[in-house]
């Protein structure tokens, strides 16, 4: 009897982990997730590293953004920034004579 309650136990733990798999990765932003040129970053972000995340990605597309005092006091918008700039690195364009496309 034991044994059965162990596989039982078992599969319905594995069925967990495969439907979880299944979850939407991305919170409509009425609900709370947090879109910046089109990249979804989470849900539920403070103020400081929503700005953080706007500031990295457009450093990331070559146009140099990060409040410093920010940067060195919160760590919120230090993520953000570096979560930001990361993520966003995709959309940098440089054309054939290596000039910037904004």
């Keep these: 009897m034991q044994d059965l309650k162990k596989v039982y136990s078992i599969s319905v733990l594995t069925s967990l982990l495969f439907l979880s798999g299944c979850a939407p990765k991305s919170v409509p932003e009425s609900q709370g ?4 040129r089109d990249i979804y970053f989470g849900a539920h972000l403070t103020r400081h590293y929503k700005k953080g995340i706007r500031d990295g990605c457009e450093t990331a ?6 409040s410093h005092w ?5 760590n919120d918008y ?4 570096f979560l ?6 995709g959309l940098l364009k440089i054309d054939e004579d290596d000039n910037l496309i904004l």
């Design 33 to 36: 997730g947090y879109y910046y």
């Design 78 to 81: 230090y993520k953000g920034w």
């Design 61 to 66: 597309r070559g146009d140099y953004h990060k």
């Design 70 to 74: 920010l940067f060195n006091n919160s």
């Design 84 to 89: 930001g700039r990361n993520r966003c690195r």
